[in-house]
Nanobody, 127 residues
Framework: QVQLIESGGGLVQAGGSLRLSCAAS????????MGWFRQAPGSEREFVAA????????VYADSTKGRVTISGDNAKNTVYLQMNSLKAEDTAVYYC????????????????????WGQGTQVTVSS
């Protein structure tokens, strides 16, 4: 059974930073990409960023590009999301996800393509 465990969420003031972490575990777990999505109250879950292998290629949503950085280690099944210059509209539950199939470009932002999901971690930005 594959598990994705997120950590690092919390309450931060506008303009501040947070770093989210996600670790995957499970027998024979492997993925072609791991990503972050978020869901604010009353809104649909939306793509934030993804890191795909091989090549450690990154993909970002336009809404967060320039303020977030995704990184990780395929061998360790971990992915991180560094978020800077946070705004009140970044408030959401952030989910880590992993996919077994290859993706490229904007295709890595399709949540339907992800096979495994974490439980989510709350990020609240106060203005």
């Amino acid at each position: 059974q594959v598990q994705l465990i997120e950590s690092g969420g919390g309450l931060v003031q506008a303009g501040g930073s947070l770093r989210l972490s996600c670790a995957a575990s499970g027998r024979a777990f492997s993925s072609y990409a791991m990503g972050w999505f978020r869901q604010a109250p009353g809104s649909e879950r939306e793509f934030v960023a993804a890191l795909r292998w091989p090549g450690n290629r990154t993909v970002y949503a336009d809404s967060t590009k320039g303020r977030v950085t995704i990184s990780g280690d395929n061998a360790k099944n971990t992915v991180y999301l560094q978020m800077n210059s946070l705004k009140a509209e970044d408030t959401a539950v952030y989910y880590c996800a992993a996919r077994k199939n290859y993706c490229s470009g904007s295709g890595c932002g399709d949540l339907q393509g992800y096979d495994y999901w974490g439980q989510g971690t709350q990020v609240t930005v106060s203005s």
